[in-house]
């Protein structure tokens, strides 16, 4: 008899199997109980009936309560009214642990996430038995498939995954969202983003990317921001922003159809309107310039209740769902103003007002699932810009030497997995996508 898994159940199709797992949930007859039975890989019936197991088997059945562990053998049947296809009639039933529940007892109140609705502050605050629900699982192993195909999708084009730290010495993005750490006698700060280093690894290895977790002291609450998030950095010699934008539109499109052939059950546990995503896989991509973006907006005039923009300003997420809103698929908004981006950004040959930057903004109002540049590979306009930044030049030595020494061209971008997540999964909030989220007021479980 062979000890199987859920996902592998219909190569033993009339064949006795063990299972081992958890119940999910239960219904129950006299002469029946029909187990929702999970194992981690999935969720099948296992019908208990009296008649076939006895009365002490079926005792143990009627005892089990929510996610008790248990490990069930019985013969595998095909059952066309099931998803899964196939059901498991027991023969017998083995208690690991049984979950206590007496309804007078403090003590034995039984597992604490009930089929009924829970706010969500009670479900982040269980965050580690929420990942149990069947909606958590989904989501989840669809963000196991997006950090599969982000690898493939680089591994089969020649990058070279180049791990960059997490302990640096100064900013990348912007001095307002620093964690800071003890570092022996000096400071230190979690990394925001591994590009600076990812462009030392460009130039050595002609195209590369880094994928770690990166961190930002956000202070506000939204929907769509971590304190601690996973980012994907490519980053490329010799390309321009033109090119950058091409890469960025291929690798969005082989993720969304990987996700799109290998993830539909979880898509449908998380009633996801697929036809939504499968435009996302035809490319180009539309592409709106910085001003085009700004005149829409001014167009769309007070329809909408957002902070009015100058020229100069940055998006904020209004702004942003309303230009998505107007394309089918995701939009690049690209050259924003200098004086609106990082330092690190090379300005536009045809109007140094503007850089060679990019966003790309998701559907459905998802907002901003990528943000890329090519960068200033001039050694004094970067130098000035470090400075004019008021970046502790010092800290910055080893990166202007990558403009004395064989510099070129080079660009790159980087996308945060879990805004990607969100929109694939079409869940309203970012808290959702990561195992255990951290946030502005949440560092606990
Ligand atoms: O636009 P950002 O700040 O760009 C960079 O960090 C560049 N150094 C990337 C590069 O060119 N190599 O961040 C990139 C992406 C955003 O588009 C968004 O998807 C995600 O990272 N992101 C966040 N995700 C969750 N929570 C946050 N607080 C995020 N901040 C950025
Ligand atoms: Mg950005």
């Known amino acids: 008899m062979s000890v199987v898994y859920i996902e592998n159940i219909a190569d033993y199709e009339e064949k006795e199997v ?63 009214r099931s998803k899964i296809g196939f059901e498991i009639h027991a023969s017998s039933i083995e208690s690991v642990q049984m979950i206590e529940y007496d309804a007078d007892d403090p003590q034995k109140q039984g597992y604490p ?13 269980n965050r580690h038995l929420w990942l149990r629900s069947r909606q958590q699982w989904a989501i989840l192993r669809i963000r196991h498939s997006v950090i599969r195909a982000i690898r493939d999708f680089f591994d089969n084009r020649g990058f070279i995954l180049f791990d960059t730290p997490i302990l640096t010495p100064a900013a990348c993005e912007g001095t307002s969202t620093l964690f800071e750490v003890d570092y022996y006698d000096k400071k230190a700060y979690l990394t925001q983003s591994g590009q600076l280093y990812a462009e030392a690894g460009a130039i050595a290895f002609g195209k590369v990317y880094c994928f770690g977790p990166t961190f930002r002291a956000e202070k506000s609450k939204t929907r769509r921001h971590l304190t601690e998030f996973w980012m994907v950095e490519p980053e490329v010699a010799y390309i321009t922003l033109k090119e950058d934008m091409e890469l960025a539109e291929q690798f969005v ?23 939504k995503l499968q435009s996302a896989t035809e490319l180009p991509y539309p592409r709106v310039h910085y001003n085009d973006a700004l005149k829409m907006i001014e167009e769309a005039g007070d329809k909408i209740e957002w902070d009015k923009l100058n020229w100069g300003d940055d998006f904020g997420s209004p702004h942003e769902t309303y230009i998505a809103g107007q394309f089918d698929k995701p939009v690049f908004i690209h050259r924003f103003p200098v004086i609106t981006k990082s330092f690190y ?31 200033v590979h001039d050694h004094d306009l970067l130098m000035k810009r470090i400075k004019d930044h008021n970046l502790p030049l010092d800290s910055f030595q080893w990166y202007l030497d990558l403009r004395k020494y064989g510099s070129v061209p080079h660009a790159g971008f980087g996308l945060g997995v879990e805004r990607f997540v969100t929109w694939i999964c079409g869940i309203p909030h970012i808290r959702q996508t990561i195992p255990f989220p951290r946030m502005l007021d949440r560092i606990y479980p």
Not at 58 to 80: M, P
Not at 113 to 125: S, V, Y
Not at 254 to 266: A, F
Not at 356 to 373: H, K, N, R, T
């Open 345 to 375: 950004m090379q300005p536009d040959p045809e109007d140094d007002k503007y850089s060679m930057s990019m966003d790309l903004l998701a559907p459905e109002g998802y907002g901003e699932i990528i943000g890329g540049s090519q960068r």
């Open 113 to 125: 996430i009930t089929p009924k609705e829970h706010g969500t502050a009670f479900l982040m605050e």
């Open 18 to 80: 063990t299972l081992k797992g958890w119940l999910y949930n239960k219904r129950s007859s006299k002469k029946l109980h029909f187990l929702q039975f999970r194992d981690g890989t999935g969720i099948i019936q296992v019908i208990v009936s009296r008649d076939d197991t006895g009365e002490e088997m079926f005792a143990i059945a009627e005892s089990l309560t929510q996610e008790s562990s248990f490990i069930v053998t019985g013969i595998v049947k095909k059952d066309s």
């Open 253 to 275: 499109a082989y993720i969304v159809k990987y996700i799109l052939e290998t993830r539909t059950p979880e898509l449908e546990i998380l009633e996801r309107d697929i036809s």
